[in-house]
């Protein structure tokens, strides 16, 4: 037959456990929700890499765009000058 002490020590052992077993699972419970928010901003800044990539794409077509249109005026401010030049001063003629 159990004693009155073996009983109590039994309680304390049963109490520790429960104790031991409630830290652990709020331990878990932390950790988890950790977890969830690192997913929630590794979601987050995937949509914005995306959203990044798409407008860099658009600004370097932008880019290149106005780059060809800027060869494009330049070709044509260099043929209207050579125009003027030859309308103000024609070239001489040697003979």
Request: proline share 2%.
């Amino acid at each position: 037959m159990a004693t009155q002490d073996e009983f109590e020590a039994s309680l304390a052992r049963l109490s520790a456990a429960k104790e031991t077993l409630s830290t652990a699972i709020d331990a878990r419970l932390s950790r988890e929700a950790i977890l969830v928010d690192t997913e929630v901003v590794l979601q987050r800044m995937t949509a914005d890499r995306g959203r990044l990539a798409k407008e860099l794409d658009l600004a370097l077509a932008r880019s290149e765009r106005l780059e060809k249109a800027n060869r494009e005026v330049s070709h044509r401010l260099v043929d209207a000058m050579e125009r003027v030049r030859n309308i103000v001063s024609p070239p001489s003629s040697e003979t």
